[in-house]
């Protein structure tokens, strides 16, 4: 495992691949597996392979969802009736 300011790469090897999921072992620490589906694995891919996953963080979008979400928010609050209730429809 390498860990970067916004990123992170794990090690993987492939331990098996059974009901249309593999069993993903950590290189790094064999305590470490995750369930992962084989349908978005490499084609091809087989037990005994190594993997590289990067994980990134992606600041920009969390920042245009929370901006959407308050926008949401604020629309809604704007939006009461003077008896409390929510004037919107769905």
Do not use: C, W
Request: aromatic content about 4%; proline content about 3%; cysteine-free.
């Amino acid at each position: 495992m390498t860990k970067a300011k916004d990123s992170l790469v794990l090690h993987l090897v492939v331990d098996r691949i059974e009901d249309n999921h593999a069993v993903l072992i950590s290189a790094d620490d064999e305590k470490i597996s995750i369930d992962f589906p084989e349908a978005l694995l490499p084609k091809g891919t087989t037990d005994g392979d190594h993997l590289n996953f990067r994980i990134t963080r992606d600041a920009a979008a969390t920042e245009a969802a929370t901006a959407k979400t308050q926008e949401l928010l604020e629309r809604l609050e704007s939006s009461t009736t003077p008896a409390g209730k929510k004037d919107f429809t769905l």
